[in-house]
Each structure stands twice: as structure tokens, then as C-alpha cells.
């Protein structure tokens, strides 16, 4: 168990996990095991909540729940399991979108942009592809998992059971539901296929620091990490995407994604390495075997604090970073498998100022 002064902002995935409870949207297209965080309960109150989680089945996520909608903007991100094929999502999804109940199909790692209050899913797994199968996250900008279920085939039996499980051994609801008064369904006959929600599907591409030399617009987005002395170490993948405000339809956040292979420090650069950013930060460092989600299969050191009280992560973590804390250097002290890495941060631009 972690200690120091910053050992509270260390926040162990499986924290998330609810035993005894039955999963709610258990069903054959959704997750096979996933890991869901917010952050009224696990988050120190940052307006965020997200979930990891590996996924292997054919069909409809939630089936005749949807569509559904949030008070939130959220991001919804389909990526692969291969590190040297981050074109590679292993599957086939089909999206609906909006109240055109527009269809949608992709088969490379994509993020769908679900702006507040907008009308999405159903999902449905089409096919799968990889042996392993592959990963979803949510990114939402609310702290307390909220929805508004607007389809016409939920049963009074589903939502007497989802009231039930909110209030199950005294614990907070994992989601706080509604239910549309006006039903919609979902069918052959009731859906589109034009194009007018097309750009709230964004395909994924590596196109981090790790891989190109930026041009000035884009080096406005990361603020000092993009200064012409600071440079990616060994330890930072050249296969990562980073996404923001402006990629994503004018969100008040950017994320960091990619799959880690190799050992060392992930910038390198002048002095100690430790920066700080105007606006909360989450960094989740996740395993990548199906088999095994409380698995990391790494060991990573990072510093927290203007003390660089130094931490070493050694299982699917969260590290919760609020406005303002310097955090870093971060290095990867080793690996047997590679592991996951996603940066949340709540601002459309990744403002860094490095501090020593």
C-alpha cells in the first residue's frame, strides 16, 4: 500500500470493483470484465469518470435500452490490443447517432463524441477479429455516472432491478438512470444512413510527440512539453494519440492513448522533470491481458509533489493529479508485457509549465 502525503491521490482500478453485484449491462456485445471509476467515489471529486475494460462478444451493448443521453460531454474509445499495430482495432462496430438514429460502421480504432445530451448507441458488436479481443473506454466530464435511457424495450422488471442495485448494501448507485417518458425504437424501419452525425466519429492515429516533429499550431497545444529542449525519452511509445479540444468537437478536454513497450523515462529535458497544468489531470496505467485485468505486468516510478515524494505503481492504477500539483518525472522501471497508458486531462489544450 502506498504511503506519503500524495499516497491518497493513488487510486488502485480494482477500487471500482463491486463484488456481490450483479453487472447491470452484462450482456453478450458488452464488456467481459471492465473496471469503472468516477469521481465522486474514487476521484477526489475531479469531474470525471471513465472506465477500462476488455471485450471479446458479438451483439448489442444494452439491448433495447437505447438510445440514451448525458447532462455530460463524453468520449467513447474503441482501441486495439497489438502495440506494433495501433491501426488495428480487431473488430467491427456498428454506432447509431443522434435523433436521425443514423448508422454508422467502423473497424480501426475510433473515438465517438457524444456532446451533452445527445442522442447515441445503440452499439453493437459486429464481428471480432483478434484472438484477444479489444478495448473500450469511456472519458465522461461528470463525476457521477448519469443517464437518461430512452428505448422501448425496457422492461419494468429491468428498471425495478437497476432502482434496487442503487441502493444495495448502502452503496451509491455505480449509475443514476432515468427513463424517457417518450420511447424510441430502434428498428430497420426507424433508422438512417446519411452522413449528417458522420464527424462525431473521429478515427484514432498515432501522432504524439513520439512521432513527429509538431508544427507551431500543433506545439500551442502542449504547452512547455513541446519546448525545442525537451524531447521523448525511451520510455514513451511512438504509437500514442493525443487528442483535444479541437479534435473533439470543441470538448473542454484532451487524453493521451497508447500502448507501452519499452523501458525508461518518458521525457527528458532540462532539470527534474516536474511540471504542472491549470486544469485537473488523471493518468491511468493499465494491464493489457483479457485474462487478467488486475494485472499491469510493469513496474512504473513517478514523482508527485514539489518534494518529488516518489511512488512505485506495480497494478492498474489511477493517479489523480489536481490543478495546480506538480507531478513527475515518469519512468518505466520495467516490464514483462506491455501495458496501457491514458492521459484525461479537463482542458481543450495540455497547458504545461515545467517547475524544476
Same mark, same amino acid.
Given at each position: 500500500?502506498?504511503?506519503?502525503?500524495?499516497?491518497?491521490?493513488?487510486?488502485?482500478?480494482?477500487?471500482?470493483?463491486?463484488?456481490?453485484?450483479?453487472?447491470?449491462?452484462?450482456?453478450?456485445?458488452?464488456?467481459?470484465?471492465?473496471?469503472?471509476?468516477?469521481?465522486?467515489?474514487?476521484?477526489?471529486?475531479?469531474?470525471?469518470?471513465?472506465?477500462?475494460?476488455?471485450?471479446?462478444?458479438?451483439?448489442?451493448?444494452?439491448?433495447?435500452?437505447?438510445?440514451?443521453?448525458?447532462?455530460?460531454?463524453?468520449?467513447?474509445?474503441?482501441?486495439?490490443?497489438?502495440?506494433?499495430?495501433?491501426?488495428?482495432?480487431?473488430?467491427?462496430?456498428?454506432?447509431?447517432?443522434?435523433?436521425?438514429?443514423?448508422?454508422?460502421?467502423?473497424?480501426?480504432?475510433?473515438?465517438?463524441?457524444?456532446?451533452?445530451?445527445?442522442?447515441?448507441?445503440?452499439?453493437?458488436?459486429?464481428?471480432?477479429?483478434?484472438?484477444?479481443?479489444?478495448?473500450?473506454?469511456?472519458?465522461?466530464?461528470?463525476?457521477?455516472?448519469?443517464?437518461?435511457?430512452?428505448?422501448?424495450?425496457?422492461?419494468?422488471?429491468?428498471?425495478?432491478?437497476?432502482?434496487?442495485?442503487?441502493?444495495?448494501?448502502?452503496?451509491?448507485?455505480?449509475?443514476?438512470?432515468?427513463?424517457?417518458?417518450?420511447?424510441?425504437?430502434?428498428?430497420?424501419?426507424?433508422?438512417?444512413?446519411?452522413?449528417?452525425?458522420?464527424?462525431?466519429?473521429?478515427?484514432?492515429?498515432?501522432?504524439?510527440?513520439?512521432?513527429?516533429?509538431?508544427?507551431?499550431?500543433?506545439?500551442?497545444?502542449?504547452?512547455?512539453?513541446?519546448?525545442?529542449?525537451?524531447?521523448?525519452?525511451?520510455?514513451?511509445?511512438?504509437?500514442? @494519440?493525443? #487528442? %483535444?479540444?479541437?479534435?473533439?468537437?470543441?470538448?473542454?478536454?484532451?487524453?493521451?492513448?497508447? +500502448? *507501452?513497450? $519499452?523501458? &525508461?523515462?518518458?521525457?527528458?529535458?532540462?532539470?527534474?522533470?516536474?511540471?504542472?497544468?491549470?486544469?485537473?489531470? @488523471?493518468? #491511468? %496505467?493499465?494491464?493489457?491481458?483479457?485474462?487478467?485485468?488486475?494485472?499491469?505486468?510493469?513496474? +512504473? *516510478?513517478? $514523482?508527485? &509533489?514539489?518534494?518529488?515524494?516518489?511512488?512505485?505503481?506495480?497494478?492498474?492504477?489511477?493517479?489523480?493529479?489536481?490543478?495546480?500539483?506538480?507531478?513527475?518525472?515518469?519512468?518505466?522501471?520495467?516490464?514483462?508485457?506491455?501495458?496501457?497508458?491514458?492521459?484525461?486531462?479537463?482542458?481543450?489544450?495540455?497547458?504545461?509549465?515545467?517547475?524544476?
Amino acid at each position: 500500500m502506498a504511503t506519503g502525503k500524495y499516497a491518497h491521490l493513488l487510486k488502485p482500478l480494482k477500487m471500482a470493483e463491486r463484488p456481490g453485484q450483479e453487472q447491470i449491462f452484462k450482456n453478450t456485445g458488452n464488456a467481459d470484465v471492465n473496471r469503472w471509476l468516477n469521481g465522486r467515489d474514487h476521484l477526489e471529486g475531479v469531474e470525471l469518470n471513465f472506465s477500462w475494460g476488455f471485450y471479446t462478444g458479438l451483439g448489442d451493448w444494452h439491448p433495447g435500452m437505447d438510445p440514451h443521453v448525458h447532462p455530460y460531454p463524453e468520449c467513447l474509445v474503441f482501441v486495439g490490443l497489438d502495440p506494433h499495430r495501433p491501426e488495428y482495432l480487431g473488430a467491427k462496430i456498428q454506432y447509431c447517432l443522434g435523433k436521425e438514429l443514423e448508422i454508422h460502421t467502423f473497424d480501426r480504432p475510433s473515438v465517438v463524441v457524444a456532446p451533452a445530451g445527445f442522442w447515441h448507441c445503440p452499439s453493437v458488436t459486429l464481428d471480432v477479429t483478434s484472438p484477444i479481443g479489444y478495448s473500450f473506454f469511456i472519458i465522461s466530464l461528470g463525476a457521477d455516472p448519469t443517464t437518461r435511457w430512452l428505448g422501448d424495450g425496457i422492461t419494468d422488471e429491468q428498471i425495478a432491478r437497476m432502482q434496487a442495485q442503487s441502493t444495495e448494501g448502502g452503496l451509491k448507485p455505480p449509475m443514476i438512470s432515468s427513463f424517457g417518458k417518450k420511447r424510441v425504437h430502434v428498428s430497420e424501419e426507424t433508422v438512417s444512413h446519411g452522413d449528417v452525425n458522420a464527424r462525431f466519429i473521429k478515427p484514432l492515429a498515432p501522432n504524439s510527440l513520439g512521432t513527429r516533429t509538431l508544427a507551431d499550431g500543433d506545439r500551442e497545444q502542449y504547452g512547455e512539453m513541446a519546448a525545442p529542449e525537451r524531447r521523448p525519452g525511451p520510455g514513451m511509445t511512438k504509437n500514442a @494519440v493525443w #487528442m %483535444f479540444g479541437r479534435d473533439l468537437e470543441g470538448m473542454k478536454l484532451n487524453f493521451c492513448w497508447g +500502448i *507501452q513497450t $519499452d523501458p &525508461g523515462a518518458w521525457m527528458r529535458g532540462p532539470g527534474h522533470g516536474a511540471h504542472v497544468h491549470p486544469t485537473d489531470e @488523471v493518468l #491511468m %496505467f493499465a494491464g493489457t491481458d483479457p485474462a487478467d485485468i488486475d494485472s499491469l505486468g510493469a513496474e +512504473i *516510478q513517478i $514523482d508527485l &509533489g514539489p518534494e518529488h515524494e516518489r511512488h512505485v505503481i506495480d497494478r492498474p492504477t489511477a493517479v489523480v493529479c489536481p490543478a495546480g500539483l506538480a507531478h513527475g518525472p515518469i519512468v518505466t522501471r520495467w516490464l514483462d508485457r506491455p501495458f496501457a497508458f491514458l492521459l484525461m486531462s479537463l482542458g481543450a489544450n495540455h497547458e504545461t509549465t515545467y517547475v524544476d
